[in-house]
């Protein structure tokens, strides 16, 4: 399952954009780089759905969904911002406050609580509904 963060990751970041999704998640994780030290070789082996077990992509997931503005530093959910960009952009804009009361769970560390957050979002974000265009 953890083989699957950085794919959930980039499927959660894409989604909530409305300035070309893949656009500002590829500006994300092109600036997280520098930050987390992911391999390349890492990068491509979760995109093949490969098992790794490396510590600086949890990171490089924290820092993408902290550059997406949806927690802070501390763990603390930004549930304002959240909120705004799923209703701008999910068919459904009124079952995004259950959404985001169910996955925004604060853990007991940063990458867990970012990992969770984002598993969780992907796996109801049939509830929203598509990305609207």
Known sequence: ?????????????????????????????????????????????????????DPKLWEHAVCIVQKGEFIDSNGDF??????????????????V???VAKCAVKKDTLQNTCFEFVKCIHRNRSKVGDLGE
């Open 97 to 99: 406050d259950d959404l």
């Open 1 to 53: 399952m953890k083989i699957s963060l950085y794919l959930v990751v980039v499927a959660f970041v894409a989604a909530v954009y409305a300035e070309t999704p893949q656009q500002k998640l590829r500006q994300y994780s092109d600036a997280c780089l520098s930050v987390s030290g992911v391999s390349q070789e890492s990068l491509r082996k979760v995109r093949n759905r490969e098992h790794v077990d």
């Open 78 to 95: 930004l549930v304002d911002n959240i909120k705004t960009k799923f209703k701008q952009d999910y068919d459904h804009p009124e079952k």
